[in-house]
């Protein structure tokens, strides 16, 4: 799983990307666009769900309750269509193995390497077709839900927060100017729009708790914790917490920024290993798509911000103005936590850039 993610194979795949500004993972996972996103939200709402079924097991047999249905139904709306991708891209590597090119299909793509896998009869562990199928959903639901919650939380804390919004649009017009649309290689000279990829992962994990099971018994702070339990480590409280953050519930990017400024979280970084910033994780099951996630985010965001205005309108349609202009920031539970309601802001086309994005 590392080495599909890794920053040369993740690098190979920036053209496609560069193509491709939504749908990058079913593009780099299956080859082709498929609108999966909802499947992939309505899989991490029901995974931070629990039944009653999984507490009185008689009842599971008897398929009880909207839990289990909804199970199903997910199950019957994703099946098909990896089932179809599943056949295609077999026969396409069938015909790549026996030296053809196919045209018009993309290369390095996930599913074909575990499809590679998959038939290669010299590999020590065999993978199955439900592997890939499991493999597939966890991608997805991983690595497109998390993304869209991020990328929403941070637009909403822009737009509630002028004064940081006006100084990231400063920072992209300065560096990128406005005859081009900003791309992936920009974001190393974009210090503030890294800093804010880094606040809204610390405000807004979209992923709140990362879980480990205690392989032996040892105790922490006087705690003694037994073999086999389960360690549920809340992510978004550490990033909440006045111990490791200064004003935690401000959003204050200017924190992270490397050099220059306020600057005094500038050190810390989003690869596990500063324990009080873990929205990817940390160790060897920490998160594979950390350096996808974060490059994407912050291209996409700079790119939203170089062309566009969001304007934040009333439940009856009316565009609101200074004070008023501001979005609600309540979370609705789940194993991810997104926005309670839905971010609706009008987008106003600014400069021309916008217009490359919009064509
Ligand atoms: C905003 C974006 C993302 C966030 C916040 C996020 C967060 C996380 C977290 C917290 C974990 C658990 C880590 C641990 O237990 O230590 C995880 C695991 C994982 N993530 Fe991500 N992720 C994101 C994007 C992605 C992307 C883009 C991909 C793939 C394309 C991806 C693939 C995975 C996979 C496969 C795992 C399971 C790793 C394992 O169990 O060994 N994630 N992610």
């Not at 080859?31 to 709402?45: M, N, P, Q």
């Not at 993304?147 to 919004?165: D, G, H, K, T």
């Not at 900003?182 to 990362?210: G, W």
């Amino acid at each position: 799983m590392n080495d599909l993610l890794n920053a040369t194979t993740v690098n190979k795949l920036r053209p496609l990307r560069t193509q491709q500004i939504r749908n990058t993972i079913s593009m780099m996972m299956l080859g082709e666009v498929e609108e999966i996103r909802d499947i992939a939200r309505e899989v991490l709402k029901i995974f931070g769900e629990y039944s009653l079924t999984d507490f009185i097991w008689p009842l599971k047999k008897l398929k009880v309750g909207k839990y289990e249905k909804r199970i199903d139904d997910i199950f019957n709306k994703f099946d098909p269509v990896i089932e179809r991708v599943i056949k295609k891209r077999r026969e396409i590597v069938k015909r790549r193995k026996n030296g053809e090119v196919v045209e018009g299909e993309v290369s390095g793509v996930f599913l074909d390497t575990l499809l590679e896998f998959a038939e290669d009869e010299t590999m020590e562990i065999k993978i199955t077709k439900e592997q890939i199928k499991g493999l597939v959903v966890d991608f997805f639901s991983a690595g497109t839900d998390s993304r869209a919650v991020a990328i929403e939380w941070a637009l909403a804390e822009l737009i509630n927060n002028p004064r940081v919004l006006q100084k990231v649009r400063d920072e992209v017009y300065n560096v990128v100017g406005k005859d081009r649309l900003v791309d992936e290689a920009d974001t190393q000279n974009l210090p503030y729009i890294r800093s804010i990829v880094k606040e809204t992962f610390c405000m807004h994990p979209p992923l709140p708790v990362v879980k480990r099971k205690c392989v032996e018994e040892c105790e922490i702070n006087g705690y003694v914790i037994p073999e086999g339990a389960l360690i549920l480590f809340n992510v978004w409280a550490v990033g909440r917490d006045p111990k490791y953050w200064d004003r935690p519930l401000e959003f204050r990017s200017e924190r992270f920024l490397e050099s220059g400024g306020e600057g005094e979280a500038g050190p810390i970084d989003l690869r596990g290993q500063h324990f009080q910033l873990l929205p990817f994780g940390s160790g060897r099951r920490m998160c594979p798509g950390v350096n996808l996630a974060t490059s994407r985010m912050a291209t996409l965001l700079a790119s939203l911000i170089q062309c566009f205005d969001l304007q934040v309108v009333s439940s009856d349609g009316q565009i609101l103005k200074g004070k008023d202009a501001k979005v609600s920031m309540e979370e609705r539970a789940g194993l991810t936590v997104p926005r309670a309601h839905n971010l609706v802001c009008v987008p106003l086309a600014r400069a021309r850039v916008a217009a490359k994005l919009l064509s």
